[in-house]
């Protein structure tokens, strides 16, 4: 990065007070429309955490002044690199740990902290909300002590079983992957290797029955011999037919459920997912939450999920600070005390609170799925337990499921049954066949409805 990029960039800080661990004034820089998001929520948490160190005094007056002060890229990167290099120090003195292993963590995460003012790329996993690939990009978030959440889960409850095994074992790429082999092969696009494979394995096992290939005559071989080696060949055929077509259902089936997964949980937030966050993280500790290519600091408070709101558009709002995550007051805003939202009375064109919700936040933002416009204090909306209603939705997707493999397999049915039309067709005259040597019989033309559509892939 050149160090006129580093010079240039500044970030409008919003002085926040936070009473834990210890109460203080806390410098939180507020993030524009295409600000580093994964920086930003490293140096935030470790602010909240009080683990960034700060020269001069440790009073609220000094808290307070840098609080109101303009925070530049290369500053904010030179302070997490500090906390980085300390950590890295106390790691090398542990008996468990070389130095060859310290010295490789502290370059690989020195690398991602130059990246990460264009952005860290990262690969969920969808079994678990801390699940993800492997890279040298999570080393920034290891070294710097901040656990890396996510809430992209796929779960039994809630998406099905059949989803959940299909879903589980992979990230996302290698889910955008296996949906696009399955819709090849369920399309009959498969690749040339794989339909010569398949042509090769008809031949040998049409061989290993008739002793010849299929439409040659045997030497010696009588009328009846040869009419009962053809009917053999033909069962076989049927036989191998039935096969494909159980292949072609179940490809069609397995990528219909892997799309529908996608495409219901484009919010990238499951029930599932906010159940994991919610045991997993700590009381009172901050983490990182990846969702939505975006990075948010993420906290638990009396057993209630909030992300942090750094927008620069809420720089002057001193009491929007946090956003509740799921629950009945899911995408309303929280002041620094995690108490609701509500104007100032000062504030002549201040919303109510009922309006002012995470509704008003740029598209662009971080922020859960729009709430419900009932009333929060309807008994249906409140009184309705997170399990109550993944169970609801298990009994949905199920009914999805039974329903698309149903008609699967009356689109297999179709072509079984026109195969076998075209079978059962009474021969043509011998003087009337062709003569050429291994001639084989056209396969029927294949109905129109047994092609699934092509997707359109994220």
């Known amino acids: 990065m050149a160090a006129s990029a580093v010079d240039d960039a500044w970030f409008a800080v919003k002085a926040v007070e936070t009473t834990h661990p210890v109460r203080r004034v806390v410098a939180l820089r507020c993030q524009n429309e295409n600000g580093p998001c994964p920086l930003l929520a490293v140096v935030n948490a470790l602010e909240f955490k009080s683990e960034l160190g700060r020269a001069g005094d440790e009073n609220d007056a000094s808290d307070a002044t840098r609080a109101s002060t303009p925070a530049s890229l290369r500053e904010t990167m030179s302070r997490v690199m500090e906390h980085m290099l300390v950590r890295a120090e106390a790691m090398a003195k542990r008996e468990d740990v070389d130095e060859e292993t310290v010295r490789m963590t502290l370059d690989d995460a020195t690398a991602t902290l130059e990246r990460s003012a264009k952005g860290v790329d990262v690969n969920v996993r969808f079994d678990a909300c801390e699940s993800f690939e492997y890279t040298k990009e999570m080393t920034m978030f290891d070294l710097c002590g901040l656990r890396l959440v996510h809430g992209w889960v ?37 690749t040339r290797e794989g339909r010569e494979e398949g042509n090769g394995e008809t031949r040998t096992l049409e061989a290993s029955v008739s002793g010849a290939s299929a439409g040659e005559a045997r030497e010696g071989e009588t009328s009846g011999e040869r009419e009962e080696r053809e009917l053999l060949e033909r069962a076989m055929r049927l036989s191998m037919e039935d096969s494909r077509d159980a292949k072609l259902a179940r490809a069609m089936h397995e990528a219909d459920l892997i799309e529908t997964f996608l495409n219901d949980t484009a919010s990238q937030l499951t029930l599932t997912g906010l159940a994991q966050i919610r045991e997993r993280i700590q009381e009172r500790e901050y983490a990182v939450l990846f969702r939505n290519n975006h990075f948010s600091v993420i906290t638990k408070v009396d057993g209630e999920l909030y992300a942090l709101v750094t927008d620069s558009g809420y720089q002057d709002e001193p009491d929007v600070v946090w956003e509740v995550l799921g629950g009945a007051r899911d995408g309303t805003f929280a002041n620094s005390e995690f108490r609701p939202f509500e104007p100032r009375a000062e504030g002549a064109g201040a919303a109510s609170p009922t309006t002012q919700t995470a509704s008003a936040l740029p598209d662009t933002f971080l922020r859960a799925a729009p709430s419900t416009t009932e009333p929060a204090s309807s008994p249906t909306s409140d009184e309705k337990s997170d399990y109550a209603v ?36 009474p021969a043509p005259p011998a003087s009337s066949r062709p003569t050429t040597r291994g001639a084989r019989k056209p396969k029927p033309k294949k109905s129109s409805s047994s092609v699934a559509d092509s997707c359109a892939i994220m």
């Open 154 to 190: 796929v779960g039994e409850v809630e998406h099905g079983a059949e989803t959940a095994r299909l879903c589980s074992s992979v990230g996302y790429n290698g889910l955008v992957e296996r949906l696009i082999d399955l819709r090849t092969t369920a399309s009959g696009e498969g």
């Open 390 to 425: 993944a169970l609801e939705l298990q009994a949905q997707f199920e009914e999805e499921e039974r329903l698309a493999l149903r008609a699967a397999e009356r689109r297999v049915a179709e072509r079984r049954a026109e195969a076998r039309a075209a079978q059962s067709q």
